[in-house]
């Protein structure tokens, strides 16, 4: 028996050819099923390949019609890009990015992602620092107003020799050296101490000048408060803070404000002047006292219509007994807002577990909406709710309508194939909620494959 190759049946080379179109039009029906669902992505990526941490504000900032944000890319595709410094700039309008590098290869490390300010003349000031491993505060101005796709060359800061800075946290008060206002940077590390610092500049951050130490833990180990600010832009800063690490001490959370020279608590009694500062935890007002089964890490701090603040952090619970890196299996949010007289403090939600092993304390992050005092916007692991049915990293919407008492929990992200982390919502003008967030695989601050997206919410 012969079989003829030429004939259309009962031939070898028509049954490949069969099977490699099979193949072929499978694969392209895949392929399109997956732009297909990449396309009903409700968000919009804005960096392929960026992390943040929370500690360094402002990440994100709305200019008009232009999205503004800053990230530390980790080379996660392409290794060129490993710890470059990045800010992207988003036409809200038209919907199109454009990607500037701030500084080639400082740090894969998150700690080390820009803070951005919008100086009253249009143009951006952006200030970055590697984590902990200098003495260096790196910052860069825009060439032209309100334009953040090119800038002048870098200019570096030094508060002191032995100095070793993390963080960028800028804030302007425009009645303190009238008429251009005196610009205040907060970081960590003034001469070595691991405390939070603070530096000024009386020309819109083109030169600077070191203040001093802002806060202060005495203790026979040294310790790094943790701190979230808030300013008004006339003449009030608020900070809220930590005792230290919550892997190196049962942390509490406490606030104070700094208003006209003077560092105050929360019912505005002067402890001391700024310039003879630092305050410490018992001089400013307690939220929350941690103890070895409660212990506190601040996430967020703002302000409302009437200039009054209210924060949230993360609580780990259960801890008490179990060695150090291998606990963080329930981590709840808490809210907590100043009523102009007290207090009021509450938990909100399960958190879930930590992110990875070795950090307990990593939840997957909670802000508030700068605007709408009413809504937070986390992200866990389990339902917020319950605290049950655990699986992906998810954002969550809260809201409430009793002043924080309870919450109601609404999903912005479902099944997931990868996590969703450490939610950010910018300030802006209108009832539109601009949503932003990390996606994607976080192993370690110094190893994640991140996008940084953005989702339009009413």
Same mark, same amino acid.
């Given at each position: 028996?012969?079989?003829?190759?030429?004939?259309?049946?009962?031939?070898?080379?028509?049954?490949?050819?069969?099977?490699?179109?099979?193949?072929?039009?499978?694969?392209?029906?895949?392929?399109?099923?997956?732009?297909?669902?990449?396309?009903?992505?409700?968000?919009?990526?804005?960096?392929?390949?960026?992390?943040?941490?929370?500690?360094?504000?402002?990440?994100?900032?709305?200019?008009?019609?232009?999205?503004?944000?800053?990230?530390?890319?980790?080379?996660?595709?392409?290794?060129?890009?490993?710890?470059?410094?990045?800010?992207?700039?988003?036409?809200?309008?038209?919907?199109?990015?454009?990607?500037?590098?701030?500084?080639?290869?400082?740090?894969?490390?998150?700690?080390?992602?820009?803070?951005?300010?919008?100086?009253?003349?249009?143009?951006?000031?952006?200030?970055?620092?590697?984590?902990?491993?200098?003495?260096?505060?790196?910052?860069?101005?825009?060439?032209?107003?309100?334009?953040?796709?090119?800038?002048?060359?870098?200019?570096?800061?030094?508060?002191?020799?032995?100095?070793?800075?993390?963080?960028?946290?800028?804030?302007?008060?425009?009645?303190?050296?009238?008429?251009?206002?005196?610009?205040?940077?907060?970081?960590?590390?003034?001469?070595?101490?691991?405390?939070?610092?603070?530096? +000024?500049?009386? !020309?819109?951050?083109?030169?600077?000048?070191?203040? *001093? =130490?802002?806060? $202060?833990? #005495?203790? /026979?180990?040294?310790?790094?408060?943790?701190?979230?600010?808030?300013?008004?832009?006339?003449?009030?800063?608020?900070?809220?803070?930590?005792?230290?690490?919550?892997?190196?001490?049962?942390?509490?959370?406490?606030?104070?404000?700094?208003?006209?020279?003077?560092?105050?608590?929360?019912?505005?009694?002067?402890?001391?002047?700024?310039?003879?500062?630092?305050?410490?935890?018992?001089?400013?007002?307690?939220? +929350?006292?941690? !103890?070895?089964?409660?212990?506190?890490?601040?996430? *967020? =701090?703002?302000? $409302?219509? #009437?200039? /009054?603040?209210?924060?949230?952090?993360?609580?780990?619970?259960?801890?008490?007994?179990?060695?150090?890196?291998?606990?963080?299996?329930?981590?709840?949010?808490?809210?907590?807002?100043?009523?102009?007289?007290?207090?009021?403090?509450?938990?909100?939600?399960?958190?879930?577990?930590?992110?990875?092993?070795?950090?307990?304390?990593?939840?997957?992050?909670?802000?508030?909406?700068?605007?709408?005092?009413?809504?937070?916007?986390?992200?866990?692991?389990?339902?917020?709710?319950?605290?049950?049915?655990?699986?992906?990293?998810?954002?969550?919407?809260?809201?409430?309508?009793?002043?924080?008492?309870?919450?109601?929990?609404?999903?912005?992200?479902?099944?997931?194939?990868?996590?969703?982390?450490?939610?950010?919502?910018?300030?802006?003008?209108?009832?539109?909620?601009?949503?932003?967030?990390?996606?994607?695989?976080?192993?370690?601050?110094?190893?994640?494959?991140?996008?940084?997206?953005?989702?339009?919410?009413?």
């Amino acid at each position: 028996m012969s079989i003829d190759l030429r004939s259309p049946c009962g031939s070898a080379d028509w049954g490949l050819r069969a099977l490699l179109k099979r193949f072929a039009m499978g694969l392209a029906s895949l392929l399109f099923l997956a732009s297909a669902l990449a396309a009903s992505a409700p968000w919009v990526v804005l960096n392929d390949d960026g992390g943040w941490c929370w500690f360094e504000d402002p990440r994100v900032v709305v200019d008009g019609g232009k999205l503004v944000a800053g990230t530390v890319a980790n080379g996660s595709h392409d290794p060129a890009r490993k710890g470059d410094i990045e800010v992207v700039s988003y036409d809200l309008a038209v919907g199109t990015t454009v990607r500037s590098t701030l500084h080639k290869n400082l740090q894969a490390d998150d700690h080390a992602s820009p803070a951005l300010l919008l100086r009253p003349d249009g143009r951006w000031l952006a200030l970055y620092a590697m984590h902990g491993a200098e003495n260096r505060i790196y910052y860069r101005l825009s060439v032209r107003p309100h334009d953040a796709t090119e800038w002048q060359p870098e200019k570096v800061f030094v508060p002191s020799p032995s100095t070793r800075v993390t963080y960028s946290n800028p804030y302007l008060l425009d009645r303190e050296n009238v008429p251009q206002g005196r610009l205040y940077n907060f970081f960590r590390g003034y001469d070595n101490t691991a405390k939070p610092s603070w530096m +000024f500049s009386d !020309d819109l951050g083109e030169n600077w000048t070191m203040g *001093g =130490l802002l806060i $202060d833990f #005495q203790a /026979r180990r040294k310790h790094r408060p943790y701190v979230k600010y808030a300013g008004d832009g006339r003449d009030t800063i608020h900070f809220a803070f930590t005792e230290g690490h919550p892997m190196e001490f049962d942390t509490g959370i406490y606030h104070a404000v700094y208003r006209a020279g003077q560092l105050c608590d929360s019912s505005g009694r002067a402890v001391r002047s700024l310039t003879k500062g630092p305050i410490v935890p018992a001089e400013a007002t307690r939220i +929350f006292a941690g !103890d070895s089964n409660n212990i506190a890490w601040i996430h *967020g =701090l703002a302000l $409302d219509g #009437q200039g /009054r603040p209210r924060l949230v952090y993360t609580v780990q619970k259960n801890a008490a007994g179990v060695p150090r890196g291998k606990a963080g299996q329930d981590l709840r949010y808490h809210f907590a807002r100043w009523d102009g007289s007290k207090w009021h403090d509450a938990e909100i939600a399960f958190a879930g577990s930590t992110l990875y092993p070795g950090e307990d304390d990593y939840a997957g992050g909670i802000c508030l909406h700068p605007g709408d005092p009413h809504t937070v916007f986390i992200s866990a692991n389990v339902d917020p709710a319950s605290g049950k049915a655990p699986g992906r990293f998810e954002i969550y919407r809260g809201r409430t309508r009793d002043q924080g008492a309870t919450w109601k929990w609404t999903p912005v992200t479902r099944n997931s194939k990868v996590d969703n982390l450490r939610p950010l919502v910018p300030l802006c003008e209108g009832s539109e909620t601009r949503l932003l967030w990390l996606r994607g695989s976080y192993l370690k601050y110094t190893n994640y494959d991140l996008q940084m997206v953005l989702q339009r919410l009413q």
